[in-house]
């Protein structure tokens, strides 16, 4: 560091880090590193080293690095460290700005005084850190071998861009961001996921989690996210709280469509820009989708590769592919026709029992209303004789849930164990390709293009197929629920009249002795008078004169 005074004191910081070594290494075992340019301007303040290789505890312990140069920037590349340890960390007190490239590093340990931590282009597996207060503002850990979010809880405050790109991501909760009250970009494309739900307390589905969730994440500012080049089917976005959220990119998936509808896009009420080309949208979705886009002023920002539409036999909607519900394939020359036919009958079942589910709901529905008008009607009067009439209701509703319900769980049985005999079929198909006669070698390199294109296509419109059905799921998941706090509504109409009955028995306890007590009087004061003897005294007595009186023994 120099000091220069000419009217005022002015700092430069020169990143030459100096060793002052008074013994030799070799003889001591010590491992020293510099900077690899010594020259580089000290208002750049970062140092650049080459080939630092740690391969243990005991490599660690004997490594040391200059402690001279303060608020340095420290690049790693073209070296080993196994494991980036506290003992480490603690070598390196004063650098505020890490990087560690390709450095083949499997455990980090994140210290607390670093602001800017770039670990890219390693096999991180697992992060650790002092449960205390970090600085750190920005955090890359983009190509790493990471299968699930660090815990970092309330200890990274201040951090503002995390990017977790291209790592092993499966499953990805929302709520593991939740205590990240700073943040504003995040990033997890590039991964390997097939579900984003809001709490990892919601348990993860086969392939999606199709039912809507009201548990709720805010990640209040939050304005960039990036879910692009994973494996999604469909997403639900009902429990996400991302008032500032600017942009969003769900590009290059396999999205079908987003669960609950097309209002999705117009709860985020910041949202500018959105990318969401590169996916298998259906045609229906994705034109009310564009409508609200439109009606929002969202922009798109990216676009389809040329030709794709064409090339999948796809339609296009304002520039963006997709799939049309009702459009099928010419399955004349389909090898596995028999395994179309059965999915296609298993459909059909499956819509005719939807279709009547609906005729008994709406009825069962109309029957409920009808009799809580009534209920209400009569809340005042005797309403014993009702309660049988609604338990006998509520029993055969909840009867109707569990057939329903036991009649969907074997009707998706049967679609999936069509799945894995389809899904044989092929692989018995493709052994058959790759283990062709040698003599038929020319007839194999003419038809094992064809035959793979034709599979690959059907397994594409089995997966539109399997998407279809999810999205009915959904829809009949909410039918089921809106149903069940009908009952639960009806429950509580009940345990009020049951109530209210109760309290009209103790009101009659309560009075009928006085009622019994003024009987015995009337007869005790009138005893040995004819009847109309008697009705005549108690005409003529005075008004206040005509009092009873109870004597006790």
């Known amino acids: 560091m120099e000091r220069r005074v000419g009217g005022k004191m002015t700092y430069y910081l020169r990143v030459v880090l100096v060793l002052l070594v008074l ?13 690899d340019e010594p020259d580089t ?63 083949r590093v499997e455990q980090f340990y994140i210290g607390p005084g670093l602001e800017q931590l770039f670990a890219r282009n390693n096999s991180i597996r697992a ?17 790493n071998q990471l299968t699930s979010v660090p815990s970092f809880g309330v200890w990274f405050n201040e951090l503002k861009y995390l990017s977790l790109d291209g790592n092993r991501l499966e499953r990805v909760a929302l709520d593991a961001f939740a205590g990240l009250e700073r943040l504003q970009s995040l990033s997890l494309a590039r991964n390997e996921l097939i579900t984003v739900d809001p709490s990892a307390a919601l348990g993860y589905g086969y392939v999606v989690s ?63 820009e959105l990318a969401y080309t590169g996916n298998d949208w259906n045609c229906g979705w994705l034109s009310e989708a564009q409508e609200a886009l439109q009606a929002t002023h969202v922009k798109t920002i990216d676009r389809e590769p040329t030709g794709r ?45 939807q279709f009547a589910y609906e005729l008994v709901q709406d009825a069962d529905l109309n029957r409920i209303t009808e009799r809580a008008h009534e209920l209400r009607g009569r809340l005042a009067g005797p309403v014993a004789d009702d309660q049988s009439t609604i338990k006998g209701e509520l029993v055969r509703l909840h009867g109707a849930l569990a057939n329903e319900t036991a009649h969907l769980e074997r009707l998706e049985e049967s679609v999936e164990r069509a ?61 089921l629920r809106s149903l069940d706090q009908l009952i639960e509504k009806r429950e509580q109409q009940l345990t009020a009249v049951q109530k209210q009955m109760r309290a009209l028995d103790e009101r009659i306890e309560k009075i009928k002795p006085n009622v019994d007590e003024a009987y015995y009087l009337i007869d005790e004061s009138f005893a040995g008078y004819p009847a109309d003897d008697a009705y005549s005294r108690m005409k003529a007595l005075p008004s206040g004169r005509f009092r009873f009186q109870r004597h006790r023994g």
Not at 23 to 35: I, M, P, V
Not at 127 to 143: K, Y
Not at 238 to 253: A, F, K, Q, R
Not at 450 to 465: C, D, N, P, V
């Open 419 to 479: 799945a894995l005999d389809l899904s044989q079929t092929i692989d018995e198909l493709l052994e058959r390709a790759l283990r062709p006669k040698p003599t038929l070698d020319a007839v194999r390199q003419q038809t094992f293009g064809a035959s793979l294109e034709g599979m690959e296509r059907q397994i594409e419109l089995l997966k539109r197929r399997i998407q279809t059905f999810v999205y009915e799921m959904d829809e009949r998941e909410r039918r």
């Open 127 to 143: 992060v650790e850190f002092a449960a205390e207060p970090h600085r750190l503002r920005t955090l890359r850990l983009d190509h």
């Open 41 to 103: 301007p000290a208002i750049k303040a970062t140092c650049l080293m080459r080939g630092v290789n740690l391969s243990g505890h005991a490599a660690i312990a004997e490594a040391t690095f200059p402690d001279d140069v303060r608020h340095v920037a420290l690049a790693m590349v073209d070296g080993s460290i196994p494991k980036f340890t506290r003992a480490l960390a603690l070598k390196l007190p004063k650098v505020q700005d890490l990087t560690v490239d390709g450095m």
């Open 309 to 353: 539409c064409e090339r999948e036999q796809m339609k296009s909607l304002r520039g963006v592919c997709c799939y049309d519900q009702l459009h099928e394939r010419d399955s004349s020359s389909d090898p596995l026709e028999q395994r179309w036919e059965l999915l296609s009958e298993l459909r059909r079942r499956y819509e005719l029992v």
């Open 210 to 272: 199709a039912t809507p969730t009201n548990q709720q994440v805010l990640l209040a500012r939050l304005k960039h996210l990036s879910l692009a080049a994973n494996r999604l089917l469909t997403l639900n976005v009902t429990g996400w709280e991302m008032p500032s959220l600017v942009s969003l990119d769900l590009s290059n998936n396999d999205l079908y469509l987003l669960l609950d509808g097309t209002k999705q896009f117009t709860r985020f009420g910041a949202l500018e």
């Open 23 to 35: 013994l030799g290494a070799g003889a001591h075992g010590f491992s020293t590193y510099r900077c």
